[in-house]
């Protein structure tokens, strides 16, 4: 602590300064130095908070967006608005004051709408992606720690352990077998093998391989090093231009919506062709016939269109954040709810990640373990009796427990009210069941303290450690933990009752495997191996033969009941679960039992099966079995290609640094949050912040009610403009006194957009949204089933304006007062449409029955809004003025409400065959 001391007072550099040195040409000693740090106890918590206050967060400077001004200019580059803005500027030449100004409102209108709506929706999404960060493993005050990255600051030492992303520029210490891919710094695809000597000046920084780079991912082995640059100051961050992604918001349908927006505005600009034809055909006037076509133009755009599918969007996204589910690239909320089939891992998804041992053989006894989770509390029993782990009939025991206490990278900790691991969870409970024993890891390590490690990996499916005994016994000892399969095919010995070598029967020993596999447990083996005290390394081919059995270690990680649940959820939804893991195949399977993906009939598929297969029988095999155990990662790519070629929409969760190809290739890639590395993290789609499953299904379920939502909009707001544009054009052709004007047209849309189609993104899921089939992907934009139901609802829109304007003006012969009840018309027609489709009925039956259920408020909110607007646009003298209408009679108004209630009816009738809830 005294160097710590000297280097707190000794820290004088900065950013800047920092920028001179060239780092993979200094000795390690000299890099220490330099930076004032400790090259075994780090930093001092208080020195790093100093430098942290010094030279801020590490993290990159955002690239500057777009200024407002230009955003907001952005939001007339629509094709539908072209033709309005021309519309009122020839509309201003012709010196009709009030229509131009009317058509310039309502457009700046929708254009600051969107503009609003557009920059919620980038903020909600920009937000959700800092939300997810990536943290570190640090020594600090001679503790190891874990930091959100953004705390690092020059001076740390930083571990490296396979699938972690490099979170600051370092260099390094110490490595062993450290790989690191660099791709997206240095366009090398073969992951580069690190070292700790010096390098010349010259080297380029593709072959700098003492340092590791902020950004790039460790692919195997594990190193140290020392952070040298942070933030900006990086060299990632010196091109971060080059690398840094921007938030868009174009998915597969915005693309479809602006494609349809095109092909409309053809068809609108013909129709308006047509109507100017007629008109000068019919011997009307210029300006006349060009109003005319002016009302059309208008009638016939859906300005709202664009902006209300943006801020669907944007709301299902936040929705799902606060179910747990983020959202990093948004075409995955639409392709959620299309998703038929979920590849689900078991470990901490589907479980509670909650490892707690519960059966042990070693000294060919069995023994038992009460106790849950990482809590040190609980008995070793045999026969249901205590047992003493120290006593000389259990000698097996007391080593086998030793064993998983010793081969172990993790340790527990009291921490916000419980216990809970530091590292994996299995190893977690090797620890808390040997504290149950009385043995203490901090105790055991200082007797017998570690010289070297091969870290777990998933090829070799096994970690060892090598420690040193007392001087006396003149030997050290490896202590190997891994799946039965790698452990006992190098086993030669297992030790009896009293810790006497006797041969190995492996069939005895796999009986017990499947005995506790039976069970629902995960089982490892434990080994020991012997060599000369003068050894002080560990290489794979030091426990390839040899070695001596010491037990078996069987635990289970309990299901997830909230898990269970959304399994029937997603079962009911027509959704497939399938489990992949890693674990045996009969593990696999008594928990796939337990929650409910599969029955007792079902077949289980293991690794080594799949691998001898073809392609069609791969295809065939992922298609029928739900449960896949003792799968390498590569099969799981093999697995996921295999059920997209059977034209399934997969969704897969993963969280190492080999399931990054299967995630990628999945149309939905979902990575755990918590227990998941960086390199799955940046290779999904969605995040789950708490690694449940049941976050899954409730994304799926927001995925579909989005897309609800955005059909509902669609089929709600295409019938006004085409019933409008209707009215127009047959009023054109028939040679009769328009019903409508283009100004009035205007108004209508501006309500309907604002107070009757916003709501509609806000509409909560309904009950149903779960229990129908998957959405086909490839289904288009106006589906058959929705063609019909905008021409239903269109031609009634029609008939409310058009006889109810005949129908009063052959009454009273009055224009003004005949248009305006057509209006009110409409909109009453209107609100009893957006009843008839949304949760606001349903839900307050609902309360009023006394079910639990939400009341949905946004529609209700939305048709007093237009109320209000209806009585002002006819009651009101300043507006009678400007959009030529006049006040309307209690009974006249009553009129009104009674000619759009049919459409109630109507909607019954069409909810039958196509459901919009």
Same mark, same amino acid.
């Given at each position: 602590m005294a160097t710590n001391t000297i280097a707190k007072n000794s820290f004088a550099q900065t950013t800047k300064d920092l920028l001179n040195y060239e780092w993979h040409t200094l000795p390690q000693q000299k890099v220490v130095k330099t930076l004032a740090s400790h090259p075994e106890a780090g930093l001092t918590h208080e020195e790093a908070a100093t430098r942290h206050q010094q030279m801020g967060a590490n993290q990159l400077t955002g690239k500057g967006g777009k200024s407002p001004w230009l955003r907001f200019l952005e939001q007339f580059n629509q094709p539908l608005l072209y033709i309005l803005l021309t519309a009122g500027v020839v509309t201003l030449l012709l010196q009709d004051w009030i229509d131009a100004g009317v058509i310039f409102a309502v457009t700046l209108i929708n254009v600051i709408i969107g503009y609003i709506q557009e920059s919620k929706a980038e903020g909600a999404i920009a937000a959700l992606s800092k939300a997810v960060t990536t943290e570190a493993t640090v020594i600090r005050n001679g503790q190891k720690t874990r930091l959100a990255s953004t705390e690092l600051v020059p001076g740390d030492l930083v571990l490296l352990a396979s699938g972690d992303k490099v979170p600051a520029d370092l260099r390094l210490l110490s490595v062993r077998g450290l790989q690191v891919d660099e791709s997206a710094l240095t366009g090398e695809s073969v992951p580069v093998e690190k070292v700790t000597h010096l390098l010349d000046v010259e080297t380029p920084l593709a072959e700098r391989s003492?340092?590791?780079?902020?950004?790039?991912?460790?692919?195997?082995?594990?190193?140290?090093?020392?952070?040298?640059?942070?933030?900006?100051?990086?060299?990632?961050?010196?091109?971060?231009?080059?690398?840094?992604?921007?938030?868009?918001?174009?998915?597969?349908?915005?693309?479809?919506?602006?494609?349809?927006?095109?092909?409309?505005?053809?068809?609108?600009?013909?129709?308006?062709?047509?109507?100017?034809?007629?008109?000068?055909?019919?011997?009307?006037?210029?300006?006349?016939?060009?109003?005319?076509?002016?009302?059309?133009?208008?009638?016939?755009?859906?300005?709202?269109?664009?902006?209300?599918?943006?801020?669907?969007?944007?709301?299902?996204?936040?929705?799902?954040?606060?179910?747990?589910?983020?959202?990093?690239?948004?075409?995955?909320?639409?392709?959620?709810?299309?998703?038929?089939?979920?590849?689900?891992?078991?470990?901490?998804?589907?479980?509670?990640?909650?490892?707690?041992?519960?059966?042990?053989?070693?000294?060919?006894?069995?023994?038992?373990?009460?106790?849950?989770?990482?809590?040190?509390?609980?008995?070793?029993?045999?026969?249901?009796?205590?047992?003493?782990?120290?006593?000389?009939?259990?000698?097996?025991?007391?080593?086998?427990?030793?064993?998983?206490?010793?081969?172990?990278?993790?340790?527990?900790?009291?921490?916000?009210?419980?216990?809970?691991?530091?590292?994996?969870?299995?190893?977690?409970?090797?620890?808390?069941?040997?504290?149950?024993?009385?043995?203490?890891?901090?105790?055991?390590?200082?007797?017998?303290?570690?010289?070297?490690?091969?870290?777990?990996?998933?090829?070799?499916?096994?970690?060892?450690?090598?420690?040193?005994?007392?001087?006396?016994?003149?030997?050290?000892?490896?202590?190997?933990?891994?799946?039965?399969?790698?452990?006992?095919?190098?086993?030669?010995?297992?030790?009896?009752?009293?810790?006497?070598?006797?041969?190995?029967?492996?069939?005895?020993?796999?009986?017990?495997?499947?005995?506790?596999?039976?069970?629902?447990?995960?089982?490892?083996?434990?080994?020991?191996?012997?060599?000369?005290?003068?050894?002080?390394?560990?290489?794979?081919?030091?426990?390839?033969?040899?070695?001596?059995?010491?037990?078996?270690?069987?635990?289970?990680?309990?299901?997830?009941?909230?898990?269970?649940?959304?399994?029937? @959820?997603?079962?009911? &939804? /027509?959704?497939? %679960?399938?489990?992949?893991?890693? !674990?045996?195949? =009969? +593990?696999?399977?008594?928990? *796939?039992?337990?929650?409910?993906?599969?029955?007792?009939?079902?077949?289980?598929?293991?690794?080594?099966?799949?691998?001898?297969?073809?392609?069609?029988?791969?295809?065939?095999?992922?298609?029928?079995?739900?449960?896949?155990?003792?799968?390498?990662?590569?099969?799981?790519?093999?697995?996921?290609?295999?059920?997209?070629?059977?034209?399934?929409?997969?969704?897969?969760?993963?969280?190492?640094?080999?399931?990054?190809?299967?995630?990628?290739?999945?149309?939905?890639?979902? @990575?755990?949050?918590? &227990? /998941?590395?960086? %390199?799955?993290?940046?290779?999904? !789609?969605?995040? =789950? +912040?708490?690694?449940?499953? *049941?976050?899954?299904?409730?994304?799926?379920?927001?995925?579909?009610?989005?897309?609800?939502?955005?059909?509902?909009?669609?089929?709600?707001?295409?019938?006004?403009?085409?019933?409008?544009s209707m009215t127009i054009l047959i009023g054109i052709l028939l040679a009769t006194v328009l019903p409508i004007l283009p100004i009035q047209i205007l108004w209508l849309n501006m309500v309907s957009s604002v107070a009757l189609i916003a709501p509609l993104a806000f509409e909560p899921k309904s009950g149903q949204v779960m229990q129908q089939p998957p959405r086909n992907p490839n289904e288009k934009l106006l589906s058959g089933s929705l063609v019909q139901r905008i021409v239903a609802i269109s031609v009634f829109n029609w008939v409310v304006i058009f006889g109810m304007f005949q129908s009063v003006l052959q009454t009273t012969g009055n224009e003004a007062l005949a248009r305006t009840m057509a209006i009110n018309g409409l909109v009453a027609a209107e609100v009893f449409y957006l009843l008839s489709i949304t949760q606001f009925l349903p839900s307050v039956f609902a309360r009023i029955q006394g079910k639990s259920r939400s009341v949905a408020y946004a529609p209700a909110i939305g048709i007093v809004g237009v109320v209000i607007l209806q009585c002002l646009f006819s009651q009101w003298g300043m507006m009678n003025q400007v959009f030529d209408t006049t006040p309307l009679t209690f009974t006249q108004a009553l009129i009104c409400i009674g000619v759009g209630f049919p459409v109630v009816l109507i909607a019954v009738i069409l909810q039958r065959f196509d459901p919009l809830n």
């Open positions: 003492n340092m590791a780079y902020t950004g790039s991912f460790v692919t195997f082995g594990q190193g140290e090093g020392i952070v040298v640059a942070i933030a900006d100051a990086t060299e990632t961050g010196r091109i971060s231009q080059l690398i840094e992604g921007s938030t868009g918001l174009k998915t597969p349908l915005t693309r479809k919506i602006d494609k349809f927006s095109k092909t409309l505005l053809y068809v609108i600009l013909g129709l308006a062709a047509l109507t100017f034809a007629v008109g000068l055909g019919q011997g009307g006037s210029l300006i006349n016939v060009f109003k005319a076509s002016v009302a059309l133009v208008v009638s016939a755009i859906p300005e709202g269109l664009p902006a209300i599918v943006t801020v669907t969007l944007a709301i299902g996204v936040s929705r799902m954040a606060r179910r747990h589910a983020i959202i990093r690239k948004l075409p995955a909320v639409e392709a959620l709810g299309s998703t038929t089939v979920i590849c689900s891992d078991k470990t901490g998804t589907l479980t509670e990640n909650q490892m707690t041992v519960q059966a042990i053989y070693a000294g060919k006894q069995k023994y038992s373990v009460n106790g849950i989770g990482y809590a040190p509390d609980g008995e070793i029993l045999m026969d249901q009796k205590s047992v003493d782990p120290n006593a000389d009939r259990h000698v097996a025991l007391r080593e086998c427990l030793e064993a998983g206490l010793l081969c172990n990278d993790s340790h527990i900790e009291w921490r916000d009210g419980q216990w809970s691991v530091v590292g994996t969870p299995t190893e977690g409970a090797l620890i808390a069941v040997a504290e149950k024993a009385g043995f203490t890891q901090a105790t055991l390590e200082q007797e017998m303290p570690r010289i070297d490690t091969i870290p777990f990996e998933s090829q070799y499916q096994y970690m060892a450690t090598l420690h040193e005994l007392d001087a006396k016994s003149g030997v050290n000892v490896i202590y190997i933990k891994g799946s039965v399969e790698a452990v006992l095919k190098r086993a030669k010995h297992l030790l009896d009752t009293q810790g006497q070598l006797t041969p190995v029967n492996p069939a005895a020993v796999e009986q017990e495997v499947e005995r506790m596999a039976e069970q629902g447990l995960r089982v490892l083996a434990f080994a020991r191996k012997e060599v000369a005290a003068n050894r002080q390394s560990l290489d794979h081919t030091d426990i390839e033969d040899s070695l001596v059995l010491l037990g078996l270690q069987g635990m289970i990680d309990p299901p997830r009941q909230e898990a269970i649940a959304a399994i029937r @959820a997603c079962q009911e &939804a /027509g959704i497939k %679960v399938k489990m992949i893991t890693g !674990d045996h195949a =009969l +593990t696999a399977f008594a928990i *796939a039992r337990q929650i409910g993906i599969c029955s007792a009939q079902e077949q289980v598929f293991t690794g080594g099966q799949l691998a001898q297969m073809d392609e069609q029988e791969l295809a065939q095999a992922a298609e029928q079995s739900m449960v896949f155990a003792r799968v390498a990662p590569e099969q799981k790519l093999r697995l996921v290609k295999a059920l997209q070629l059977k034209g399934e929409i997969v969704a897969m969760t993963g969280d190492g640094v080999n399931d990054a190809p299967a995630l990628k290739q999945a149309d939905i890639g979902v @990575a755990m949050g918590i &227990a /998941g590395s960086d %390199v799955a993290k940046e290779s999904a !789609d969605m995040l =789950l +912040t708490d690694d449940n499953f *049941a976050s899954t299904e409730a994304a799926v379920e927001e995925g579909r009610a989005v897309y609800r939502n955005l059909r509902k909009a669609i089929a709600f707001m295409l019938p006004i403009n085409v019933g409008e």
